[in-house]
């Protein structure tokens, strides 16, 4: 009698998420809410909401370090999802990471709008989707969550 062995094939959006998010725990949301929203009915679409944030943070020696945080709601349930965001701090790449991660729990058959109230972030996004040139696209604020929402 052979062995037979089997590839396991992932949807799409899940090997996107294993690809672009690095911890673990982030991937393990993002996938539970990619099949929450899968399994559900939404003809209609779904409206999300997104949010980043920049804040000083104090220790107890007084020292002043920069924390950024994203998160997203989808409006009429209980989904949301928030993760803090490193490196290079400003007011815009939080509120890009947001949209990003919605983009990837969200499933490729399902329409969706974001709201988001960041001019800077719709600004960036529409920059990029307009320019396939790679000089343009390099000087770009936050060009690496850019390239990845393109």
């Not at 037979?4 to 673990?24: A, T, Y």
């Not at 994203?70 to 949301?80: M, P, V």
């Not at 991660?101 to 499933?107: D, S």
Request: hydrophobic residues 45%; charged residues 20%.
């Amino acid at each position: 009698m052979s062995h037979l062995s089997f590839v396991n094939i992932s949807p799409l959006e899940i090997e996107l998420i294993r690809q672009w998010v690095s911890d673990i725990s982030l991937q393990e949301s993002l996938i539970e809410i990619f099949n929450r929203l899968f399994a559900m009915d939404k003809r209609e679409g779904l409206r999300i909401y997104t949010d980043g944030s920049l804040i000083n943070t104090y220790s107890l020696t007084q020292d002043t370090r920069m924390a950024m945080g994203a998160g997203w709601i989808l409006r009429d349930s209980n989904i949301s999802f928030q993760c803090g965001v490193e490196s290079f701090p400003s007011l815009t790449r939080p509120e890009l990471m947001a949209i990003l991660t919605v983009l990837l729990a969200i499933p490729l058959s399902i329409k969706v709008t974001v709201f988001t109230d960041s001019q800077a972030a719709i600004d960036g996004i529409k920059g990029i989707l307009n320019t396939n040139n790679t000089r343009l696209i390099f000087k770009m604020a936050n060009n690496s969550i850019l390239s990845v929402i393109k």
